[in-house]
């Protein structure tokens, strides 16, 4: 299995980076996890719209979904070959929301060119196996673990701390976890979004074998994210930066 960075930027696209999203490759299938704004030109360097498997969707935020718009009008209008519905998952009520967006009537919005699933505890979508848990932020929103053969990826999606992401996370090959706040800071929202600190400690709790800290806004520093949530997590830490490949 093996996963590449689309793009990690936080809460929006940055200088240097899309927004979140990233792509899960095992057995020849693309699986994406999010599709945030500006991400789907970046996915074009790695595979074309038509090599998509599925997509997975952890919320509706803007900075997750907001390129399957794109990818609704390169399936419909792209020439060449028909493209098959390609499947997506995510939260109840994402078709509504997605013609909402690109402004289409919702019957049938883009159910001719994606095919809509809510997520389940538990689905398989190509050779994986895939399960969510809902997490702690103002939308409905999920964690994702995927699992081929003996070998598990987690990503947080977007959460504040909570027993459900530890759960989810135990003893992953790797942690893919948004730290969007900086440590100790009171201003920080609660039930918004992870620190440094948080990170760490689920991932510690959890029992994962690598931390990958990802979704750190423009306006902070990465490599500081990261070198903070080594104070709370003794394993390997490393820096989701765009094109990125981690092999699992």
């Not at 920080?188 to 991932?203: K, V």
């Not at 990465?222 to 490949?245: D, F, K, N, S």
Request: hydrophobic share 40%; glycine share 10%.
């Amino acid at each position: 299995m093996k996963l590449t960075v689309i793009g990690c930027s936080g809460s929006v696209p940055g200088p240097d980076s899309a927004a979140s999203s990233y792509l899960v490759t095992a057995e020849g299938f693309h699986l994406i996890l999010d599709l945030g704004s500006g991400s789907l030109g970046s996915l074009q360097r790695h595979l074309a719209v038509s090599e998509i498997g599925a997509v997975g969707l952890s919320h509706l935020h803007p900075d997750h979904c907001m390129d399957l718009c794109g990818l609704y009008v390169a399936a419909k209008y792209a020439p060449g070959a028909p493209i098959p519905r390609i499947p997506v998952f995510g939260p109840p009520g994402t078709a509504g929301r997605m013609a909402l967006a690109y402004d289409l009537p919702t019957d049938p919005g883009m159910e001719e060119e994606l095919e809509f699933h809510a997520w389940q505890d538990v689905q398989s979508i190509g050779p994986f196996t895939v399960r969510t848990a809902p997490m702690v932020h103002p939308v409905p929103a999920y964690a994702i673990r995927v699992e081929h053969g003996n070998k598990s990826l987690v990503y947080t999606g977007d959460t504040g701390p909570n027993d459900a992401l530890v759960d989810l996370a135990r003893g992953a090959d790797l942690l893919l976890s948004e730290a969007a706040l900086p440590d100790n800071d009171p201003r920080n929202p609660t039930n918004l979004h992870l620190t440094p600190a948080d990170a760490g400690e689920q991932a510690k709790k959890a029992g994962v074998s690598r931390l990958v800290i990802t979704h750190v806004p423009p306006w902070y520093d990465r490599a500081t994210q990261a070198e903070h949530a080594r104070r709370t997590y003794p394993g390997p830490v490393e820096i989701a930066t765009p094109h990125a490949v981690f092999d699992i």
